[in-house]
């Protein structure tokens, strides 16, 4: 086991942990960080796979207060306004910045480009095509190698266990490195957690497998507060392609932007008569709940999908500007011009997550947390676009944050709660554990089992009944996990890392499952059949879930139900200004 001691420890390296770095070098030259990424930087991860693009009011006719509101909007109401305001204030600068440090977004008559995305009333997705979050992720990870003096990269490595010192406050992390099978144990004045979401619980999902959920387990375990878990975004558009790792994977979303329709088995665009104003441009809630009842209601497709029409769209605006979905739907053997798309709802975000104020601090000293790991910006639906501009805006202002806290920590902590020694010995005897089972259980057919729950019991639509069994089943499945039976070593074993992923997921599912039974109303990706409809008067509201850092038993998880604070705008606000919005984004009752 190798020992380092630093300023702070980023985990993550997408687009979020990137910045986050970025933010801290440029605090200070004598901020020392190390970033650990589970994966390769710039070849792993979520924020690479990002197509749409980065909403940002760039234009005359935009601002910042358009989309602060079309994001409250969307979120129906229960995002974080502070850290929603600070979102839409921040994201012009941040687009400068990236084009700064080289992102090249694509222009027309000298004037950066945008989209229309479902949800906006401007179009202010700023894009490079139809691979922006390459085009961001590598131009992050350039401007970073720069400061190497700075920023030691540790790839291939995932956090096991954060460090607590005897008042619970985070001074660092033990890092597990998946190629050598040892242990890092790294001593940090702060923690940054970026590593993203857990939207992979479902069968049908669009994030990478190896997006687990580690950042929230980690902040889990150590007494974290969590906000409106049961939020979990299914992108409308997932195509089918049953069989294949295609299957799942997003159809972009500026595709309906330009004109791409929704058929039923019976030629019917259904969206028509769901959102006659906004059709396919409604909010991805709406367009997720009417193509799951198309399918329930028997006029689905073979596979249990609908149709996306694109036959009506230029080819050559198709091949320009999305050249990547072109070359997706050609492997397919299909042309866009002559063949339809069979495409359902897919898992795709998390809303919820660790609860931060606007500097990214955690309810935990010592621990921030960006991106998707974090809770607060969304609220009850992601608008398109939203997702690397929270990355991006958070991430270089928790970045710098952090750094500020680390040079104001005079020195590492050392009276930690246990014995480092202990602690490390702990997890080499957990690591070996599976190898010593001469039977068990595969961890991979417990993912199998843990995804057909959620997809089947607390996906797309639920009920408390459902939700009930579902966390049964998950109690059982950690029972078993300790029985797993794994072959071979500590060395890039992909069943070991299985293995801790599923640990870290049914943490997140419970979690998930607790708060969406608290919440007894249907709001934004939150859809309770036992209570359709949405509930203004009881919860316009945000749930607040938690352990108190001792405790190990889901059972004894703390709850909070606190009212929204309306400290930009409310609904009574938005709705008495119809003039500025068109008809269907007023507010439903």
């Known amino acids: 086991m190798e020992t380092l001691k630093t300023n702070m420890v980023i985990l993550g390296g997408g687009a979020a942990g990137l910045c986050a770095a970025l933010g801290a070098v440029q605090v200070s030259s004598s901020i020392r960080l190390i ?33 602060l509101e079309d994001t409250l909007i969307s979120g129906e109401f229960i995002n974080r306004q502070d850290l929603v305001s600070t979102l839409a204030k921040e994201a012009p600068r941040c687009i400068e910045q990236l084009e700064n440090w080289g992102c090249f977004f694509d222009r027309k008559e000298g004037n950066i480009h945008s989209k229309t995305f479902g949800g906006q009333t401007k179009s202010r997705t700023v894009h490079r095509k139809d691979f922006t979050g390459i085009e961001v992720t590598s131009k992050l990870f350039d401007q970073l190698l720069a400061f190497e003096e700075q920023v030691l990269f540790l790839q291939e490595c995932r956090a096991l266990q954060l460090l607590q010192n005897e008042s619970g406050a985070v001074a660092g992390v033990i890092v597990f490195d998946i190629r050598k099978g040892t242990l890092y144990l790294i001593q940090a004045k702060v923690v940054v957690l970026a590593t993203g979401g857990a939207a992979t619980l479902f069968s049908v999902k669009a994030p990478p497998m190896e997006k687990s959920g580690d950042g929230m387990a980690l902040a889990y375990r150590a007494g974290a507060q969590f906000v409106d878990m049961e939020m979990v975004q299914f992108h409308p558009t997932g195509l089918v392609v049953p069989g294949t790792l295609l299957n799942g994977s997003v159809v972009e979303e500026g595709l309906r932007g330009i004109g791409g329709k929704l058929l039923n088995s019976q030629g019917e665009r259904f969206m028509e008569r769901v959102s006659p104003n906004h059709k396919e441009c409604a909010n991805r809630d709406v367009l997720t709940r009417a193509i799951y009842r198309e399918v329930k209601e028997g006029r689905g497709t073979e596979n249990g999908g609908v149709w996306l029409d694109l036959r009506e769209l230029k080819e050559d605006v198709i091949k320009d500007e999305f050249p990547n979905m072109w070359k997706r739907i050609s492997l397919l053997g299909k042309d866009p011009k002559s063949d339809l798309l069979e495409v359902f709802p897919t898992a795709h975000y998390m809303m919820g997550g660790i609860r931060i104020n606007p500097y990214g601090q955690t309810s935990i000293s010592g621990l921030f947390s960006v991106g ?27 970045g710098q944050n952090a750094a500020i806290a680390a040079i104001n920590e005079s020195e590492l902590q050392r009276n930690f709660q246990l014995s480092l020694e202990k602690q490390c010995n702990q997890l080499k005897k957990k690591l070996q554990s599976p190898f010593l089972n001469e039977k068990g259980v595969n961890p991979f057919y417990l993912r199998k089992k843990l995804e057909e729950t959620m997809s089947q019991l607390a996906g797309i639509c639920r009920n408390e009944q459902g939700m009930i069994s579902a966390l049964h089943f998950i109690e059982k499945l950690k029972e078993w996990h300790p029985r797993t039976y794994i072959n071979g070593n500590l060395s890039y074993n992909l069943a070991l890392q299985e293995w801790l992923n599923v640990e870290n997921l049914l943490i997140v599912a419970s979690l998930i499952i607790h708060s969406a039974l608290l919440r007894r109303e249907s709001r934004g990706a939150h859809w309770r059949e036992d209570y359709p409809e949405k509930n203004d008067r009881d ?34 606000t938005v709705n008495s200004r119809k003039s500025i919005l068109p008809p269907e984004t007023k507010l439903r009752s």
């Open 35 to 67: 970033l650990v990424s589970k994966g390769l930087i710039g070849k792993s991860g979520s924020s690479r796979m990002v197509q749409g693009g980065f909403n940002a009011a760039l234009k005359g006719d935009d601002s910042w207060k358009l989309h």
């Open 372 to 398: 998707e790991d974090a809770g607060g910006v969304h609220g009850a639906n992601r608008l398109g676009g939203n997702g690397i501009a929270d990355s991006v805006v958070f991430g270089l202002r928790v």
């Open 539 to 572: 919860w316009l509201s945000n749930i607040v879930i938690f352990k108190e850092r001792d405790q190990e038993e889901d059972h004894q998880l703390k709850t909070k139900i606190e009212p929204v604070s309306f400290t930009m705008m409310s609904p009574e």
